[in-house]
Nanobody
Framework: HVQLVESGGGSVQAGGSLRLSCAVS????????MGWFRQDPGKEREGVAT????????YYADSVKGRFAISQDAAKKTVFLQMNNLKLEDTAMYYC??????????????????????WGQGTQVTV
């Protein structure tokens, strides 16, 4: 049974930082691509950052380049999103998701939710 559990959201002032975590269980960790996504009510879910767990390649949306960093701790099967210099427009529900690496690992702006096999429950970030 695959499970993704996010944590680390909260409220922060503009310019502040937060680190989100996504703990993974139930599948062959290194064979997957994982990503962070966000969604405001009434808007499309958008890609923020992705990482290929087997090789470590990372990809970012233009809106977060230079401010956010995605990383992993393979031993703990956990993926992180370090968010620095947060802006009001970063406010959203943040989700992590996973899919087998052969389905690609780049970031797209408007995400088709079924394109990702597994989703976490989300964690709210308010700036």
């Amino acid at each position: 049974h695959v499970q993704l559990v996010e944590s680390g959201g909260g409220s922060v002032q503009a310019g502040g930082s937060l680190r989100l975590s996504c703990a993974v269980s139930g599948y062959s960790y290194s064979s997957y691509c994982m990503g962070w996504f966000r969604q405001d009510p009434g808007k499309e879910r958008e890609g923020v950052a992705t990482i290929y767990l087997g090789g470590g390649s990372t990809y970012y949306a233009d809106s977060v380049k230079g401010r956010f960093a995605i990383s992993q701790d393979a031993a703990k099967k956990t993926v992180f999103l370090q968010m620095n210099n947060l802006k009001l427009e970063d406010t959203a529900m943040y989700y992590c998701a996973a899919r087998f690496w052969t389905r690609g690992c780049t970031v797209v702006q408007n995400v088709h939710i079924p394109d990702w096999s597994y989703w976490g429950q989300g964690t709210q970030v308010t700036v």
